[in-house]
């Protein structure tokens, strides 16, 4: 966890190494005694999603490069995806089996991380001219670094809610709660000035979840996991089609949400094309139709906006390599099968857990805040097969979980089963 704002500020591609590492120091402490029904449908959801590596268009080596030159890479998504959520488990179960009231340090050094990943991307929001410049030999000032300055503001925010909560719940005086707001809303500002909407949306959506497990002590995580069941397995109608109705209403759309509303309705056609199976890993990345095959579309855009840049819509992708969102991309590539593992296992997850009153106000308030930052990013920024995202957010679960620990919770519940 040291390394995190250095790992985010260079991409955050440094994930997976890290969950690799954490996953291989804490072998040691897994002992699984019990396999629940959630476990049993990740786990078949993660071996559906290796296998559709096998029917894609383009069926790439598991391994390529050299090591010693250092161009090695795993180049099979499906494998690397696989190899992650076998890490992350591990991670996960190991984190349980934490001997409970301990971890103080451990908890401490989080938060330092958390606070300087903070003062980091508030200096991000107030110097970004003069960052890219000073990067700007190391890294594409244009198209590399502020994409990685995105990036290191996305990771932060899913420490964001573990921060927050940590503060708030510390003691019952005021200026700590003060403390708490003014991160928060401080985090909101730079995230506007960044124009960093996945973080917005994501701390909008992590102050619903909190409400939720608050209003609902006893099945707040049950509403909410149950929601993300109907939101995956109903993502094609809810984007493919719901959203575009903004447009035929009249709805005035930011532009780039705008080109996503006609993204995830090629997306829906492309489904429609294999529902079952789906197309294969990253079959997205094959969809080269651009905004001049479908002149409709084009007229759309262009009477929207400013007629005198037509020739960029003309030849704009519609599909951009992936379509920005994980539950629609999940159906595309995987199809109905791994969509329904998927959000089998959302259910069940979400009726397994103890009821939010049973948790200590940190954990339960940090939880339900790092599901919403979680629901944002993936509907909106990143590919599913996106190892280092998923490896990002299982290490904020394990801080999350590890709190639980020095709280002296998740044991039975957790610890030595899957």
């Not at 591609?13 to 402490?29: F, K």
């Not at 379509?323 to 791994?338: D, R, Y």
Request: proline fraction near 5%; hydrophobic fraction near 55%.
């Amino acid at each position: 966890m040291v390394l995190w704002p250095i790992i985010a500020y260079m991409g955050a591609q440094g994930y997976t190494g890290a969950i690799a590492i954490a996953a291989l120091l804490g072998l040691v402490y897994v002992r699984v005694r019990t396999i629940r029904v959630y476990a049993i449908a990740l786990v078949a959801c993660v071996a559906w999603i290796v296998a559709a590596q096998f029917w894609a268009p383009e069926t790439q080596a598991l391994l390529a490069g050299d090591i010693l030159q250092g161009s090695f890479s795993m180049e099979m998504p499906g494998i690397r995806f696989g190899l992650t959520a076998l890490a992350g488990i591990g991670v996960i179960v190991a984190t349980a089996a934490v001997t409970a009231r301990s971890s103080r340090s451990s908890l401490g050094v989080v938060v330092g991380v958390a606070l300087v990943q903070f003062a980091v991307v508030v200096g991000t929001a107030l110097f970004t001219p003069q960052i890219l410049q000073l990067l700007a030999p190391f890294s594409d000032p244009v198209l590399e670094m502020p994409q990685n300055l995105i990036r290191n503001a996305n990771a932060f925010a899913l420490l964001l809610p573990f921060l927050l909560a940590w503060i708030w719940h510390r003691t019952s005086n005021d200026y700590w709660r003060i403390g708490a707001l003014a991160i928060g809303l401080i985090s909101f500002a730079a995230f506007v000035q960044t124009g960093t909407q996945t973080g917005m949306t994501g701390m909008v959506l992590m102050l619903i979840c909190m409400t939720i497990v608050k209003l609902w002590p006893k099945n707040g995580f049950r509403i909410i996991f149950s929601s993300l069941a109907v939101y995956v397995t109903l993502a094609p109608l809810l984007l493919g089609w719901g959203v575009a109705q903004l447009r035929s209403f009249g709805v005035p759309l930011p532009q780039s949400f705008f080109s996503r509303t006609y993204s995830w309705e090629l997306v829906r056609e492309k489904i429609s094309e294999s529902p079952f199976i789906g197309h294969g890993l990253e079959a997205s990345y094959s969809w080269t139709d651009t905004y001049g095959d479908h002149p409709e579309w084009l007229a759309d855009a262009v009477a929207r906006y400013n007629q005198d840049v037509a020739f960029a819509w003309e030849g704009y992708l519609i599909v951009p390599g992936h379509p920005h969102n994980m539950p629609l991309q999940l159906w595309a590539e995987t199809g109905m099968v791994g969509a329904s593992l998927g959000a089998i296992f959302l259910f069940f997850l979400g009726w397994r857990l103890r009821p939010p009153q049973d948790w200590s106000p940190v954990t339960r308030s940090a939880a339900a805040g790092l599901i919403g930052v979680c629901v944002a990013v993936s509907s909106f920024a990143y590919s599913m097969w996106n190892e280092a995202f998923w490896a990002s957010a299982v290490l904020a679960t394990a801080v999350i979980l590890l709190q639980a620990r020095h709280d002296g919770e998740a044991q039975p519940s957790l610890e030595g089963e899957t």
